[in-house]
T-cell receptor, first 116, second 111 residues
Framework: DAGVIQSPRHEVTEMGQEVTLRCKPI?????LFWYRQTMMRGLELLIY????????DSGMPEDRFSAKMPNASFSTLKIQPSEPRDSAVYFC??????????????FGAGTRLSVL | GQSLEQPSEVTAVEGAIVQINCTYQ??????LSWYQQHDGGAPTFLSY????GLEETGRFSSFLSRSDSYGYLLLQELQMKDSASYFC????????????FGKGTTLSVSS
């Protein structure tokens, strides 16, 4: 399996622009998670989906952030408008419910976002 | 809410043993996970404890005491490639499928 695939790997944009991050989970996984990682705040859970349905978005920092999962193989995280404080590494992860005993999450390589 | 505490940095030499502690507070507890992240890389799963006791996986072991809300990751026969950040995480949410991570412990292994 190719693992969790995120694109782009790097994104540089200017304040006020819309940013869209993309994620393809591991085939067959039914949970998908979006995280943000910064030095100050560590690895924060933003939102997660089960079978394409958002379960908990309490970690989404502001209304500028939105996430969708239109089908089992694709999810997006959108920031509109972007601000310099959104600069971070954004990770997508997926897991399989039947693996709940260990609840292993498999992470993508991340998208490094820089908002100037 | 949930909170996890772990040391920010640990240093050790090759061949040594190091223990990374984690204390947690959570409203519901399913288990404690450990992830490793190399600089510039993605977090990868290392170990998991749902019950009290020690879980061993090669050079790495993880321990949990539910009554003390405490766990640790033990790394033996340290190698340079073990230099990385190590995160403890508690399971939360729908059937404990989500994870809340600690801030991470940066391990530096020197020769």
């Amino acid at each position: 399996d190719a693992g969790v695939i995120q694109s782009p790997r790097h994104e540089v944009t200017e304040m006020g622009q819309e940013v869209t991050l993309r994620c393809k989970p591991i085939s067959g996984h039914d949970y998908l998670f979006w995280y943000r990682q910064t030095m100050m705040r560590g690895l924060e859970l933003l939102i997660y989906f089960n079978n394409n349905v958002p379960i908990d978005d309490s970690g989404m920092p502001e209304d500028r952030f939105s996430a969708k999962m239109p089908n089992a193989s694709f999810s997006t995280l959108k920031i509109q408008p972007s601000e310099p404080r959104d600069s971070a590494v954004y990770f997508c992860a997926s897991s399989l419910r039947s693996g709940v005993a260990k609840n292993i999450q498999y992470f993508g390589a991340g998208t490094r976002l820089s908002v100037l | 809410g949930q909170s996890l505490e772990q040391p920010s940095e640990v240093t050790a030499v090759e061949g040594a043993i190091v223990q990374i502690n984690c204390t947690y507070q959570t409203s519901g507890f399913y288990g404690l996970s450990w992830y490793q992240q190399h600089d510039g890389g993605a977090p990868t799963f290392l170990s998991y404890n749902a019950l009290d006791g020690l879980e061993e996986t090669g050079r790495f072991s993880s321990f949990l005491s539910r009554s003390d809300s405490y766990g640790y990751l033990l790394l033996q026969e340290l190698q340079m490639k073990d230099s990385a950040s190590y995160f403890c995480a508690v399971r939360v949410g729908q059937a404990g499928t989500a994870l809340i991570f600690g801030k991470g412990t940066t391990l530096s292994v020197s020769s």
